[in-house]
């Protein structure tokens, strides 16, 4: 059984899901199929551009924090999606805050992060 509608749902994704409800299970799958790969073919195309965009030359200050130093590599790196290296950020990010690392140390390897990932995108 499907929940209920959330209130919040504006007008089309009402419609969507009365859509979605009034069909049997075999035309769900395909429903749900068809916006898979809408969805897939709107990332392609975004991706595709970022393909061709060359990281933005900033260069690192001698004082830098750890978070300071994600944003300069975000604006870095526009190209990366950030949910692609979140993990590996993460682990970074609390290896220097619990574990005490050093920001120099977490800020070289956060480097290596965002551009292992910068040349993995532009190999594609």
Do not use: C, W
């Not at 393909?51 to 944003?71: L, M, Q, T, W």
């Amino acid at each position: 059984m499907l929940p209920a509608m959330p209130p919040q749902a504006n007008k089309q994704e009402r419609k969507l899901i009365k859509l979605f409800k009034s069909l049997d299970d075999t035309s769900r799958e395909s429903f749900l199929a068809f916006g898979e790969f809408l969805q897939s073919r709107s990332k392609n195309s975004s991706e595709k551009i970022k393909v061709f965009s060359e990281p933005v030359d900033i260069p690192r200050p001698k004082e830098e924090s750890v978070i300071k130093a994600i944003k300069r590599l975000s604006a870095t790196y526009p190209m990366v999606d950030k949910e692609n290296i979140l993990h590996p950020i993460s682990d970074l990010m609390t290896s220097h805050m619990i574990s005490g690392r050093s920001a120099s140390e977490v800020i070289d390897d956060l480097q290596d992060v965002f551009s292992k990932e910068y040349e993995i995108i532009k190999s594609e």
